[in-house]
């Protein structure tokens, strides 16, 4: 079945440091990846999106490829700010079924 | 962009109350709702998938009689906590996708965090 394996956290980074979130997939078909992100009290909200192999999706300064032959879509921002503190879920979808997510990781940036 | 609006946000009630949860998708029409239960610091557990008109899809493990979902219509997804417990409490979560075919992606409401005393 299909399957999201992200990194576990939590991730503690000072303000404008590197992030980098790893998230590898298993899946039949060709499914279509995504990162949520889930600010506190709150519902997840979509960050970005890939749809096929090489695409890249990117939104708020977050990037992350779809890389098919290594099976992952790594979320990366270049300068993370206090504000990005959340917790990202990495999912995929193939089809009609439901979105299957990682456990999520949570990154907590300080100023 | 596409919003789902949940509603209430937040209920606090006694043990034995019946608690209804709404999910509304505002400006797309969604053919499938999902709801999702998170307890703290995890990740979501998914325990429905309904479809507009037609009865909804249980997770193994999830009571169909204590959680009740009705989907009317293309807008509109209720899910009802029948005969609250305080281990009910919890964050529920709805999530809807529309009607285009292929790999779409889910949008979520903001949540509902349930208190049972």
């Known amino acids: 079945g299909n399957s999201v394996t992200q990194m576990e956290g939590p991730v503690t980074l000072s303000e404008e440091a590197f992030l980098t979130i790893n998230c590898t997939y298993t899946?039949?078909?060709?499914?279509?990846l995504f990162w949520y992100v889930q600010y506190p009290g709150e519902g997840l909200q979509l960050l970005l999106k890939?749809?096929?192999?090489?695409d890249k999706g990117s939104n708020k300064g977050f990037e992350a490829t779809y890389r098919k032959e290594t099976t992952s879509f790594h979320l990366e921002k270049g300068s993370v700010q206090v504000s990005d503190s959340a917790v990202y879920f990495c999912?995929?979808?193939?089809?009609?079924?439901?979105?299957?997510f990682g456990k999520g990781t949570r990154l907590s940036v300080i100023a | 962009g596409a919003v789902v609006s949940q509603h209430p946000s937040r209920v606090i009630c006694k043990s034995g109350t019946s608690v209804k949860i709404e999910c509304r998708s505002l400006?797309?029409?969604?053919?499938?709702m999902f709801w999702y239960r998170q307890f703290p610091k995890q990740s979501l557990m998914l325990m429905a998938t309904s479809n507009e008109g037609s009865k909804a899809t249980y997770e193994q493990g999830v009571e169909k009689d204590k959680f009740l979902i009705n989907h009317a219509s293309l807008t509109l997804s209720t899910l009802t906590v029948t005969s609250a417990h305080p281990e009910d409490s919890s964050f529920y979560i709805c999530?809807?996708?529309?009607?285009?075919?292929?790999?779409?992606?889910?949008?979520f409401g903001d949540g509902t965090r349930l208190s049972i005393l």
């Open positions: 400006d797309f029409q969604a053919t499938t």
């Open positions: 890939a749809t096929k192999a090489d």
């Open positions: 999912a995929l979808v193939s089809g009609n079924t439901p979105l299957v």
């Open positions: 899946a039949t078909g060709y499914p279509s």
């Open positions: 999530s809807a996708r529309g009607t285009v075919a292929g790999n779409q992606p889910q949008h």
